[in-house]
């Protein structure tokens, strides 16, 4: 009977159209701050029955098909390695290396192709609000762990690597530069 219990409040919420408040995540964070790391792939939830695994990606974004989040969160994370990062502007170098935490939230329902790819677009969105300045650039992302923070949700600590890109300055042909001799 329990099961049949948590097996409805688990289906029931990926219907619920409502969204969970802020404090409320944080709420349930707080309550589950003693969550063990998932240490294998076969602690992943099961796929929810009348939602096919027939996701397929062309190696930046997903192009057809749907799937669960937490089950394909590492190819996510790929996918945002493959075509999320940002472009050195010619002419620039690298510098200085600094990573910023992200945290992103996996709701286990039946996603869309293209639900899944703004969810990755929302996450590199993400990382870019909390990058140390104007002059850095994203270079990577590495999958810190993920954890359960209730009975039907996931959590992705993201690591986030920024370089600190350097350019030549150059003449703005819009203002006029002045040489005075003294």
């Known amino acids: 009977m329990a099961a049949l219990f948590a097996g409805f409040v688990f289906f029931a919420s990926c219907s619920n159209d409502d969204f969970v408040q802020h404090d409320e995540t944080t709420k349930a964070a707080r309550n589950f701050q003693n969550a063990q790391d998932i240490k294998s792939a076969g602690n992943l939830p099961a796929a929810l029955p009348g939602c096919p695994e027939n996701l397929t990606n062309d190696g930046c974004n997903f192009t057809s098909g749907s799937g ?41 329902c039946c996603n869309s192709a293209s639900a899944l790819n703004a969810q990755m677009n929302a996450w590199k969105q993400l990382a870019m609000n909390v990058r140390p300045g104007s002059d850095y650039i994203i270079t990577g992302y590495q999958l810190i762990r993920y954890y359960s923070v209730s009975s039907y949700d996931y959590r992705l600590d993201i690591n986030v690597t920024y370089r600190k890109k350097t350019c030549p300055l150059t003449e703005n042909p819009g203002i006029p530069i002045r040489v005075i001799n003294f």
């Open 68 to 108: 669960i989040d937490q089950q394909n969160f590492y190819t996510m994370i790929s996918l945002l390695n493959n075509c999320r990062t940002e472009a050195l502007p010619a002419g620039c170098s690298l510098s200085d290396t600094t990573t910023r935490i992200i945290v992103a939230n996996l709701n286990g």
